[in-house]
């Protein structure tokens, strides 16, 4: 998988140097020229650990969640101290964990970030299934919220009995959800587990749209090391099989795909944090992504608040980007949407996306993973998994170590990818 990964690696950067992650920061963060902001906050907290979850989590303690919170606010003045005016950005993120464990909470944090930005596409925040009331809904709407992420993993309950989730009350659940109104309800699903059928696949779809759902999120299985998860995930061959037949479900049903993982009804605004080409990220475990850099929080909740008191950012490593390493990274998550615009390569790079990925694009369509769209390119059903394909060896053979080596370490001295 390394090998892999560091060939293509090697190819698009024309160098053999690897990403160099270095625990030297910048107290002051210099964000305030960098187009397309937005905001991201991470909640640790759950009432029970999942196993195949591999990000940055702890179980629920009240008073270790109430300090949190004060360092969380702290973070934000030290990081906006030196911004003159209220700037624009385009969305904010509640991540975890369970953000919904902190409810009365999340009211204060958007408060403390609006005093520094105004955000002007929605508000979005992640929720457990048990956590789908209409008493929280109602304290999120309240709060600014407009979006909502659901982690359902399935309703399938051979499924859930594999991943170590139990049922819910989903008669509860889906009443809350027509009761309390977002703009978009966003429902997440797991597939490619071993001996997953289209079947459930299709059950776990149809159900989520019929009862409130106008957007799902469907993850292929990653079997991170580190998780210790003991889930067997399905064969490529199988994956590919149960990858097109989702598709073609979809299509049929007449649902926009608007990523590699997510569908949606028409019109309705999709739920996704990862496709910001810019965003300051608050809290344990949070990433920045500035136009020649990216950093990463401690994953530690108690280094992280230590960090704050001593009134420096939790920056745990940091490296900054190459322009050719920030092409690649932008091309990545600009290729998830499975749309690659020649108009905003140009107007992000100042250069064309021909003059750099010239040969790469004409491969792509050599082999039939692109076609030509009016500004650029588009993946094809074959490219689609392709990209799953080649996500997942860049999940293992990148994220898995940097998520490792951040679990184990609350502020390593250097990462080499």
Not at 148 to 172: A, P, V, W
Not at 178 to 204: E, K, N, P
Not at 255 to 261: A, F, K, L, N
Not at 392 to 413: A, C, Q, V
Request: charged share 20%; hydrophobic share 40%.
């Amino acid at each position: 998988m390394g090998l892999i990964t560091s060939v293509a690696r090697s190819w698009l950067l024309r160098s053999f140097k690897p990403f160099q992650f270095t625990n030297s920061f910048d107290n002051e963060l210099d964000y305030n020229t960098v187009p397309s902001l937005g905001l991201y906050v991470h909640i640790p907290f759950c009432k029970k650990t999942c196993s195949f979850c591999p990000y940055c989590k702890q179980l629920y303690e009240k008073d270790i969640a109430t300090t949190y919170v004060e360092a969380l606010l702290q973070e934000i003045d030290l990081v906006c101290a030196a911004q003159q005016e209220v700037r624009e950005v385009t969305s904010l993120y509640f991540g975890g964990g369970s953000p919904a464990l902190l409810v009365n909470d999340i009211a204060r944090i958007i408060s403390q970030l609006e005093r520094y930005f105004s955000i002007t596409d929605g508000i979005g925040v992640e929720l457990h299934p048990d956590d789908v009331t209409v008493d929280v809904l109602q304290k999120l709407k309240q709060a600014g919220v407009t979006r909502i992420s659901i982690g359902m993993q399935s309703f399938d309950k051979t499924t859930l009995g594999k991943l170590g989730r139990t049922e819910t009350d989903y008669q509860g659940l889906f009443n809350a959800v027509h009761a309390v109104l977002f703009d978009t309800v966003a429902m997440d699903f797991i597939f490619a587990l071993d001996g997953q059928t289209f079947d459930s696949v299709r059950d776990d779809i149809d159900i989520a749209f019929a009862n409130g759902a106008n957007h799902i999120a469907l993850y292929p299985f990653i079997d991170f090391a580190f998780a210790d998860s003991g889930i067997r995930k399905m064969g490529r061959k199988n994956m590919k099989r149960l990858l097109y037949q989702i598709s073609h479900y979809c299509e049929e049903q007449g649902y926009v795909r608007d990523s590699i993982w997510t569908f949606g009804k028409p019109g309705v605004g999709k739920y996704s944090s990862m496709t910001r080409d810019n965003y300051l990220g608050f809290g344990c475990s949070a990433t920045t992504l500035l136009e020649d850099q990216f950093k990463i929080n401690t994953f530690s909740t108690n280094a992280y608040i230590e960090r704050i008191r001593s009134k420096m950012l939790p920056t745990a490593l940091t490296i900054h980007f190459t322009k050719r390493q920030r092409m690649i990274y932008w091309t990545f998550w600009r290729l998830y949407t499975m749309r690659l615009s020649s108009g905003d390569f140009q107007n992000t790079f100042d250069t064309s996306v021909n003059r750099v990925y010239g040969f790469e694009l004409w491969l792509g369509r050599l082999f039939g993973l692109l076609k030509r769209t009016g500004d650029g390119h588009e993946l094809t059903p074959r490219g689609v998994f392709f990209y799953h394909y080649f996500e997942g060896y860049y999940t293992l053979s990148y994220i898995n170590k940097m998520w490792h080596i951040m679990n184990k370490e609350d502020f390593p001295r250097a990462l080499v990818l």
